[in-house]
């Protein structure tokens, strides 16, 4: 799969996937012996996709603690990874919500089901923006589940190159209240200069007391291709047949924290090998293949 400016994707192929592959792992996290997060819309989800090998994984055909044929396919650190993600963006928002926020925005929202499973208080608005056809099928297929939102939940269906801060206005958004951000497992996404847009698009809409989620991949000497192809390799090993390297745009980005700063933004930082200790797991720190994971900086800021 080869990035362009202009190309669009659903959740069955090129980005749209790993949107499709991180719900697969929330499905699996969700059902763990001990779990740190729940999602039960996840499963539902990718089966509605209806990717041949991520249905086989949530529909337990795929093992995701088996190893691949090079010994090193074991799935069940992506799940664990990702469930401690997921958790940390959980919660964000409730404690942005526990502090009286009651405007939050969901970026590449892909199949995020916040704003059906999460305890919004009374008088919360969740924005949801993606590409029209992403928004489409979720809001389809949750309809068709007989899920209901816990909040207010507005679709802004408009691809993120494109003026997405006026489509947020006109969906309601109102600049001068606090308001939660998230952008997670996005940046990598973008083009180094198209991450700094939109932090500053995200900086003029945020009054003070907003606050913001999001993570980043400093180098460490790996290219973001080379973390793109390790992740692959990963998934395939276990029988994965969608190619999901070559996603990540290169290029020398900006610390994300020290842009944020230098925005007006207050900034605290968890690197995922933390976030692994905070939440009652422990870091595969043996498995040299997701060594470059491990410094993945988790970023939370808050609007001066």
């Not at 603690?65 to 090193?72: D, L």
């Not at 939940?153 to 939660?180: C, I, M, N, Q, Y």
């Not at 003029?204 to 992740?231: C, F, Q, V, W």
């Not at 190619?243 to 930082?269: A, M, Q």
Request: proline residues 5%; aromatic residues 8%.
């Amino acid at each position: 799969m080869t990035r362009s400016d202009s190309d669009t994707w659903d959740l069955a192929s090129s980005v749209g996937a790993t949107a499709t592959m991180v719900a697969t792992a929330r499905a699996l996290a969700s059902r763990d012996t001990d779990p740190i997060i729940n999602d039960p819309f996840a499963a539902p989800l990718v089966r509605a996709v209806g990717m041949e090998f991520f249905t086989r994984v949530v529909d337990g055909e795929v093992d995701p603690s088996a190893a691949g044929e090079n010994g090193a396919g074991e799935l069940q650190t992506e799940t664990d990874s990702m469930a401690v993600r997921t958790r940390f963006f959980d919660d964000f928002f409730t404690d942005a919500a526990a502090a009286g926020i009651r405007q939050s925005v969901i970026l590449a929202a892909g199949l995020d089901s916040r704003a059906y499973r999460l305890n919004w208080p009374a008088g919360s608005v969740v924005y949801e923006v993606d590409q029209p056809q992403v928004i489409a099928f979720k809001t389809e297929t949750m309809a068709g589940l007989g899920a209901e939102p816990t909040a207010e939940r507005r679709t802004v269906a408009v691809d993120l190159r494109e003026d997405w801060p006026a489509a947020l206005r006109e969906h309601g958004f109102d600049d001068t209240k606090p308001s939660a951000w998230s952008a997670e497992g996005l940046l990598m996404y973008l083009p180094p200069e198209a991450q700094d847009r939109l932090f500053d698009h995200i900086t003029a809409l945020s009054a003070p007391g907003s606050r913001i989620a999001t993570e980043y991949h400093p180098d460490n000497g790996r290219s973001m291709a080379e973390r793109g192809k390790a992740m692959n390799d990963r998934w395939a090993s276990v029988g994965c047949d969608v190619d999901l390297s070559g996603l990540f745009y290169e290029g020398d980005r900006n610390n994300v924290g020290d842009y944020l700063t230098g925005s007006g933004w207050d900034v605290v930082t968890r690197n995922r090998r933390d976030l692994f200790g905070e939440y009652g797991r422990a870091y595969p720190d043996h498995d040299e293949q997701l060594a470059a994971f491990r410094n993945i900086v988790s970023v939370i800021a808050t609007r001066r």
